[in-house]
């Protein structure tokens, strides 16, 4: 498994040029553009020695990849670009030949996910957790997206969403509800436009209308962590009216369809307060 420059060619490492060029074949997202990507770097592989294995075609392809390595071949596979099976084709052929009992060999090299990270100076406070959830491409039927999106505000990790640049806009209007949590938006990575910018979310429609270019190309928006102990403390404030009023496990149900909580970390609480005495 291959990973591929997402723009700038110099990204390429000596390992993965190496793989390439030893391959006897390549499976390959496009054939046409890993082939143009295998001139830059001048390897020459002939058109017979390239397999087309993308979105459409993945699960059947993969029975071809897997008879031709029985056979002794050595395949090397490439997405488009960045790294294979994230966001891109690549996981069903990996199980296919994992299922055959072959040998998977991973080539680390570019990915859009961790680029962005690592220029977004994302800080937690103290004992926070410093991970990231990768969410992808959230579902293009606006209901659906702004569902996903509710979901996400109550995430306490930093979200990583992927989108293209004709559903942007729509992605920043849906974002909106998230108020001043902030949002770094990597648009064009490695490439000659690349812009890095951290804004508030309910500001991203503003900051991509501030020119015609900001809507183009591909984008990373990194969701920073939620404000965990605000939230908390509204969980609690919440219990406590409840418990004032109801039994504990109506009161907990409640809370959690007002809150959004989970409803075993709700339990937890209103035991407590309960056992304090604070949940009347």
């Given at each position: 498994?291959?990973?591929?420059?997402?723009?700038?060619?110099?990204?390429?490492?000596?390992?993965?040029?190496?793989?390439?060029?030893?391959?006897?074949?390549?499976?390959?997202?496009?054939?046409?553009h890993?082939?143009?990507?295998?001139?830059?770097?001048?390897?020459?592989?002939a058109?017979?020695?390239?397999?087309?294995?993308?979105?459409?075609?993945?699960?059947?392809?993969?029975?071809?990849?897997?008879?031709?390595?029985?056979?002794?071949?050595?395949?090397a596979?490439?997405?488009?670009?960045?790294?294979?099976?994230?966001?891109?084709?690549?996981?069903?052929?990996?199980?296919?030949?994992?299922?055959?009992?072959?040998?998977?060999?991973?080539?680390?090299?570019?990915?859009?996910?961790?680029?962005?990270?690592?220029?977004?100076?994302?800080?937690?406070?103290?004992?926070?957790?410093?991970?990231?959830?990768?969410?992808?491409?959230?579902?293009?039927?606006?209901?659906?997206?702004?569902?996903?999106?509710?979901?996400?505000?109550?995430?306490?990790?930093?979200?990583?969403?992927?989108?293209?640049?004709?559903?942007?806009?729509a992605?920043?209007?849906?974002?909106?509800?998230?108020g001043?949590?902030?949002?770094?938006?990597?648009?064009?990575?490695?490439?000659?436009?690349?812009?890095?910018?951290?804004?508030?979310?309910?500001?991203?429609?503003?900051?991509?209308?501030?020119?015609?270019?900001?809507?183009?190309?591909?984008?990373?928006?990194?969701?920073?962590?939620?404000?965990?102990?605000?939230?908390?403390?509204?969980?609690?404030?919440?219990?406590?009216l409840?418990?004032?009023?109801?039994?504990?496990?109506?009161?907990?149900?409640?809370?959690?369809?007002?809150?959004g909580?989970?409803?075993?970390?709700?339990?937890?609480?209103?035991l407590?307060?309960?056992?304090?005495?604070?949940?009347?």
């Open positions: 498994m291959v990973a591929t420059p997402i723009g700038n060619l110099a990204d390429i490492s000596l390992r993965a040029l190496h793989v390439l060029a030893l391959a006897d074949a390549l499976a390959c997202e496009d054939t046409r890993t082939q143009a990507l295998l001139r830059a770097y001048g390897i020459d592989k058109a017979a020695q390239l397999i087309a294995v993308h979105q459409h075609n993945e699960a059947q392809a993969a029975q071809a990849v897997v008879q031709r390595l029985r056979q002794g071949q050595r395949i596979y490439a997405s488009d670009a960045g790294t294979p099976a994230v966001s891109d084709p690549g996981a069903r052929l990996v199980a296919a030949v994992r299922d055959a009992g072959l040998r998977v060999v991973p080539l680390p090299g570019t990915s859009s996910i961790t680029a962005a990270i690592s220029a977004a100076g994302i800080v937690t406070d103290g004992d926070a957790d410093s991970g990231f959830v990768f969410a992808g491409f959230l579902p293009t039927r606006a209901l659906e997206r702004e569902a996903a999106v509710k979901r996400l505000a109550r995430e306490p990790h930093t979200v990583v969403l992927l989108e293209a640049p004709h559903r942007i806009e992605l920043a209007r849906a974002l909106a509800v998230l001043h949590r902030p949002v770094t938006l990597a648009r064009e990575l490695t490439k000659q436009f690349e812009e890095i910018a951290t804004v508030a979310a309910a500001e991203l429609t503003q900051w991509l209308a501030t020119g015609p270019q900001r809507t183009r190309g591909e984008f990373v928006l990194l969701l920073h962590p939620a404000a965990v102990a605000a939230e908390s403390g509204r969980e609690e404030h919440v219990l406590k409840l418990l004032a009023e109801l039994p504990l496990t109506t009161a907990v149900r409640l809370a959690a369809e007002i809150t909580a989970p409803r075993n970390a709700l339990y937890d609480t209103a407590a307060l309960k056992n304090s005495g604070s949940g009347g």
